[in-house]
């Protein structure tokens, strides 16, 4: 079976520092290895209200940051998620041998719903439903993902299997999970408790791709510590928030474990682990942000490479859809 790869970040605006450590430098390093389809996910940014020329925009602005962190789109397809229909209509498919009671646990649905009662819409609670979609109407068969997204991949599997149980058939391979480097839950600057995210009020909570150098120190600077030096162990580290979260972030943008920074920096101030921080993220995310301007200055030429990368990713999902629809009994 080829080994084969879906993953993709909704274009609602702002890529941050944990989509770039949690996602996209990995998806980098995947392309070697794996048969890779990367894609915004437009549709499920509907779950949010959306200015159309804004959710266009951003939906360039995603696929120029794929491009600029060094997803190759000659190896990889990276493309619209609206642009391949087949994965609406797979949704709908599996939307029905996927239990009410599977979707009650989802525990982001209860969170965003919880927070604000607008957004109780099917949309949102079925999105689980067409992330499955998503990866299955590839058979993708690895799915690299965060901390916060293992439930949502454990129902792909659990709907892939329901669907092969009730057909008598082994067609939709179980996808694996791959949770790779140390940032796989990347937290906000000014909350170790909150993950980083682009709808935090406050935006010293994150580091965007967009931003300078200067916005970069600034917001470094102004993260959220302790008055304690750093630690020298892991477990204690582990007891304080914060520190843990600006120590992770560090060593993944060093690319080395956590025991290695302790290792070097244990005891220190963080007003100076703050500066060596800050060299570092500038040194790592300025040559990004500068190929992500130029990718933006030509829409056009990001317009002609996803609509091909779509032209390219969409007969595999129709083929599989014709097949999914020919088990079923469906018209083909």
Request: one cysteine or more.
């Amino acid at each position: 079976m080829t080994r084969r790869i879906f993953s993709g970040m909704q274009p609602t605006g702002e890529l941050h520092l944990g989509n770039y450590l949690g996602a996209l430098r990995n998806w980098v390093a995947l392309q070697k290895d794996y048969e890779c389809l990367y894609c915004v996910v437009d549709l499920h940014a509907l779950t949010l209200p959306q200015d159309p020329s804004r959710l266009a925009r951003n939906t360039r602005e995603t696929a120029a940051a794929y491009f600029a962190a060094g997803v190759d789109p000659k190896r990889c397809p990276v493309f619209a998620q609206s642009a391949v229909p087949e994965h609406a209509y797979l949704h709908w498919l599996l939307s029905n041998h996927t239990p009410l009671g599977w979707l009650n646990r989802m525990t982001q649905f209860k969170d965003k719903a919880a927070k604000n009662r607008d957004l109780e819409l099917l949309g949102l609670y079925s999105y689980p439903v067409l992330m499955a979609a998503d990866i299955l109407v590839y058979k993708a068969t690895h799915v690299p993902v965060g901390e916060d997204q293992k439930q949502h991949l454990e129902l792909s599997r659990d709907v892939a299997g329901a669907f092969n149980r009730h057909y008598g058939v082994d067609y939709f391979p179980l996808p694996e999970p791959q949770i790779l480097g140390e940032a796989t839950r990347v937290m906000s600057l000014r909350d170790g408790a909150r993950k980083m995210s682009k709808s935090d009020e406050s935006d010293y909570s994150r580091i965007n791709l967009t931003d300078d150098p200067d916005a970069i120190r600034r917001k470094i600077q102004k993260a959220k510590t302790d008055p304690h030096p750093i630690s020298e162990t892991l477990e204690d580290l582990a007891k304080r928030p914060e520190a843990d979260n600006l120590v992770t972030l560090f060593a993944a943008l060093e690319g080395k474990p956590k025991k290695d920074v302790l290792a070097r920096h244990a005891g220190r101030n963080f007003s100076g682990f703050k500066k060596d921080f800050a060299d570092l993220a500038v040194a790592v995310l300025s040559p990004l942000t500068a190929k992500m301007r130029d990718f933006m200055k030509d829409e056009a030429e990001i317009d002609r490479l996803m609509k091909e990368a779509a032209a390219r990713a969409r007969p595999l999902a129709s083929r599989h859809v014709r097949e999914v629809k020919d088990i079923i009994g469906l018209w083909t």
